[in-house]
């Protein structure tokens, strides 16, 4: 039976990297969730209508393209949209993964998520949780210089990811099965991610 590895962490937190070192290292079967999410609107235009319906907005532009980034305004700072949001896509993210899962044939298929923790949706999903972390304040260093964003604008992005960030200021969770934390270099992040595989397929 296929294994399912969750590999999350805030943004700037390195997990993108990390489940890079994976794919070199036996787990090529990726599932990158926030990617899915956004193809997954294209492909099936009954869930895009849905939404549509239920935030009483469209999510199209004059070509009748769907265009994410009206999506992620309708929902930024309104919870109640975010979770009727989320209530309609997960049911589909579910389904779209247990085909991946399937088709790829895999013992191990990773799920990269920066969100998963955070969604009651997915408790009891993964069979082992990796958390990619690393102090705040290198998160938001990384994350404007990857983005090219202003400071304020990535701590906006920041302040949603509540737990991720109690993880980083020394919080704990006991779904988290694995800390990887990346403070150091790419060669010191690659040796702990591979003390990390080396641990996980001992005890999965």
């Known amino acids: 039976m296929t294994k399912v590895v969750v590999i999350t962490g805030g943004i700037g937190s390195g997990k993108s990297e990390v489940c890079r070192i994976f794919a070199d290292n036996g787990f090529a079967s990726q599932y990158n969730a926030d990617s899915r999410a956004k193809a997954l609107y294209v492909e099936y235009p009954s869930l895009l209508e849905a939404m549509q319906n239920r935030l009483g907005c469209s999510l199209k532009d004059d070509k ?67 958390l990619v972390d690393a102090p705040f304040e290198t998160r938001l260093e990384r994350a404007c210089a990857r983005d090219g964003a202003s400071r304020e604008a990535v701590l906006a992005r920041m302040r949603a990811q509540t737990l991720m960030n109690e993880l980083s200021q020394g919080g704990s969770d006991p779904r988290v099965d694995y800390v990887i934390m990346n403070d150091s270099t790419l060669d010191v992040l690659r040796e702990r991610t591979m003390k990390t595989i080396e641990l996980l397929t001992e005890n999965i």
């Open 64 to 130: 009748g393209d769907f265009q994410p980034a009206l999506l992620s305004a309708r929902i930024f700072s309104d919870k109640e949209a975010l979770e009727a949001v989320e209530s309609l896509l997960f049911p589909v993210m579910m389904e779209d993964f247990a085909s991946f899962a399937e088709r790829s044939g895999s013992e191990y298929v990773v799920f990269e998520s920066a969100t998963v923790l955070e969604k009651p949706q997915f408790d009891g999903f993964a069979d082992k949780v990796i």
